[in-house]
């Protein structure tokens, strides 16, 4: 019998551990088989507090899994199959074994959208990126474009302008989902222009990005455009499969945390981007990590 359930193990659930397990709550980590989070596929980190030549994402993770770890959580690593909250002790399936918990953190956090082409997972931190806040300082005075017609796609292509030369923003219709006061600012943005009704075809380059072939969907006409960074801000999905019948999410599949870091189930809490689409950073999900550990436990008091 567990003090705590922690699953997932990104920057919210190895920071939840560090507190759970150093305040000698009893810990398990079920850190999935492709354990770390979406810092596992960056490369160098540059604004997480503390490391003032920034760190590469595996080190950072890897830091946070063994910082854990001698405080005493256990860590294994497999995905969690299945979940049991509709009575006490909770219950975490992970293939053919079940964990008992007093109490449970959700914390799988939420994965990008990717395009699925061969040519944009060969690129993948080499000019094509999921995160302008992480990436755009690599790519001063140079040319950028950006996937998507969302919130997501223009917030990229303003953080984006602050640091190249010009950025494109591509998307496969002629209007934008994205809010008015984000697209206003877009639009007034000298350095952000826009490639309307266009699909990418082909991400291009042998080892670092150097252009885009695209495809006008009306025409099927396909042209090339040369870029040094392609970022894909095409959604985020969270990753709650498996708690749809036991914790309220809105309609996004997001979990609804109420009062910071509690969930529709008494004992259950959740933290980082699975709860929160908005921030989406390492250093925010990790400060949700600090708040849904120090609540566990409170709970846990009984206080
Ligand atoms: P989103 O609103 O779902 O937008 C995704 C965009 O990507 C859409 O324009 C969509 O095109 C396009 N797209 C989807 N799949 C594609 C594909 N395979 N190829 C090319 N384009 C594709 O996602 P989001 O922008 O990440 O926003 C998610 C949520 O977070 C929204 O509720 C948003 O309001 C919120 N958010 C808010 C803020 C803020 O308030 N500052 C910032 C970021 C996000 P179509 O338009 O054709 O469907």
Redesign the pocket.
Known sequence: MYDVIIIGSGPAGLTAATYTSRAKLKTLVVAGAMWGGQLMLTTEVENFPGFKEGILGPDLMDNMWKQAERFGAELVFDDATAVDFSSKPFKVTVGSKVYEGKSVIVAPGASA?W??LESETRLRGRGVSVCATCDAAFFKDKKAVV???????I?EALALSKFVREVKVI???D?????KI?QERAFKDPKVGFIWNS??QEILGKDRVEGIRLRKVDSNEEFELTCDAVFI????KPNTEIFKDQIELDE?GYIIAKDETKTSVEGVFAAGDVED??YRQAVTAAGTGCKVALDAQKYLEGA
């Open positions: 959208r395009l699925g996937v998507g017609g969302g919130d997501s796609a917030e998307h496969r219709r209007k934008l989902r994205a809010s984000l699909s990418v801000a095409i959604g985020h996004k689409y908005r």
